[in-house]
């Protein structure tokens, strides 16, 4: 069992070891405390989990031709001097994951600058980091300037953003005038749709798709909300769209924990594993229930949650129920349990409203 916890621990700590010998100034004002616990975590690495996540770094740093696995700070030097717009980009989500904010937040201003109101991606982005630093107002600023700047067809992605850093701020029901709003803005995009134009026709399959994950955000605030029927609605008008969606599946099967029907809870994520068994959030939730459940089912549960973990590293919630899991197992020493609560907090603390890529 310890074995495992090694494997699954040193994904996670690549991203402690660069926070506490950031050269671009990311260390919290508890450095030391963290650097203590995830020293603790270290220990436990194995050679190869080490040298994979070097691997992971060269290769990225030699296919923007630094030769130098360290020199990050001169790769940032360098696009600065290229003002490629691309490569500023590719280093600027580079830092966002490795947890590197504030050398992530100033590429991305960097971004939009060069950028200058042409595209979205960099405005999003910001707003994608500034809410990792848990700066939501600040994050909605930028998305309000995007907006301002913009052109009618492109401010979907902005509005569902917009949307979620409401939901962050726990204002859930300005977030559902704000999803009210892009609805009413995808409708009228919708009748241009069968417009001769090809990228109308093209935006209007986006934009379809954009609508199904309205709806499952709209449901999951009404879910929060205790509000049930119109949960029900909101999926139903996803179910509409594309009636086979993992997305959608999930939804159902957290509208279900909700209301405490668990069995109807785990069919309604095994539903969306048929789909895509790669649906992370189904993993966790399908883990959850099983918990809940108790019985043998432990196992398999963390099964789960490992698969979870390889297709996510970062995270949080599926660090967390492990930590659960071994804190509830009688064969678990303490420490197992610790270091997937810490990592959990680590991550917690600087995730986005949305993953940066």
Request: net charge negative; hydrophobic share 40%.
């Amino acid at each position: 069992m310890k074995s495992n916890q090694k494997s699954h621990m040193a994904d996670v700590c690549p991203l402690q070891s660069e926070r506490s010998c950031d050269p671009e100034g990311d260390n919290m004002d508890d450095t030391e405390g963290r650097n203590s616990a995830m020293n603790d975590i270290d220990q436990h690495l194995s050679r190869w989990d080490d040298i994979e996540w070097i691997d992971c770094c060269n290769a990225y740093l030699s296919w923007i031709g630094v030769s130098n696995d360290g020199e990050w700070k001169l790769a940032s030097e360098r696009t600065a001097r290229e003002r490629d717009p691309s490569i500023i980009l590719h280093l600027c989500l580079e830092y966002a994951e490795q947890r590197k904010l504030n050398a992530a937040l100033y590429h991305a201003k960097q971004l939009v600058e060069l950028e200058a109101g042409s595209s979205i991606r960099g405005y999003i982005l910001l707003a994608r980091i500034l809410s990792a630093q848990k700066q939501f107002v600040e994050a909605e600023i930028v998305i309000d300037a995007a907006l301002d700047q913009c052109g009618k067809w492109n401010q979907g992605e902005l509005l569902r953003t917009k949307a979620k850093l409401r939901i962050a701020q726990g204002h859930l029901k300005s977030a559902v005038k704000t999803y009210t709003l892009l609805l009413a803005v995808l409708q009228i995009q919708a009748k241009s749709s069968g417009s001769t134009n090809k990228y109308l026709k093209s935006k209007g399959n986006r934009d379809r798709s954009l609508e199904m994950e309205i709806w499952h955000d709209l449901a999951s605030i009404y879910t929060t909300l205790s509000q049930w029927r119109d949960a029900e609605v909101c999926l139903s008008k996803s179910q509409a769209i594309h009636p086979y969606s993992a997305s959608r599946f999930h939804s159902t099967g957290l509208l279900h924990e909700a209301r405490g029907l668990h069995q109807e809870a785990q069919k309604s994520f095994r539903k969306a594993l048929d789909i895509d068994p790669n649906h992370v959030a189904s993993l966790i939730s399908t883990a959850c229930v099983l918990m809940q459940l108790g019985g043998q089912s432990s196992p398999i549960a963390r099964s789960l949650l490992t698969d979870a973990l390889r297709l996510d590293r970062t995270n949080p919630s599926a660090w967390y129920k492990l930590g659960l899991l071994y804190k509830a197992d009688a064969g678990a020493s303490a420490w197992e349990a610790a270091e997937c609560f810490e990592g959990a907090a680590i991550l917690e603390e600087s995730s986005p409203i949305e993953p940066f890529r």
